[in-house]
């Protein structure tokens, strides 16, 4: 199993970017997919999830109405379309998911780095 993020930078408040998480390894369908993030002296934050067919997403509070999290099952591929960015969004974003895997672990990408800046 491997995930692989992309697609953070550098941008300015209330620019845009979209985070791309390629899955490889395993049957992607198979699994709901999060978004995490991890700002400086911060613990890990949930920031949103997708069920495995793509149907029921899930959103923290502090990012409703300006991120977006969608799959390409095509591409085995999970987005995250972040608008209308602050500077408390700067943080490192990781792709993660959870299931049966053989048996019942967790995988993690090695993160993007998004920093807001003004």
């Known amino acids: 199993v491997q995930l692989v993020e992309s697609g953070g930078g550098l941008v300015q408040p209330g620019g845009s970017l979209r985070l791309s998480c390629a899955a490889s390894g395993f049957t992607f369908s198979n699994y709901a997919m999060r978004w995490y993030r991890q700002a400086p002296g911060k613990a890990r934050e949930l920031v949103a999830t997708i069920g495995s067919l793509g149907g029921s997403t899930d959103y923290a509070d502090s990012v409703k109405g300006r991120f977006t999290i969608s799959r390409d099952y095509a591409k085995n591929t999970l987005y995250l379309q972040m608008n209308s960015l602050k500077p408390e969004d700067t943080a490192v974003y990781y792709c993660?998911?959870?299931?049966?895997?053989?048996?019942?672990?967790?995988?993690w990408g090695q993160g993007t780095q998004v920093t807001v800046f003004s």
């Open positions: 993660y998911t959870l299931g049966l895997f053989g048996v019942w672990r967790d995988y």
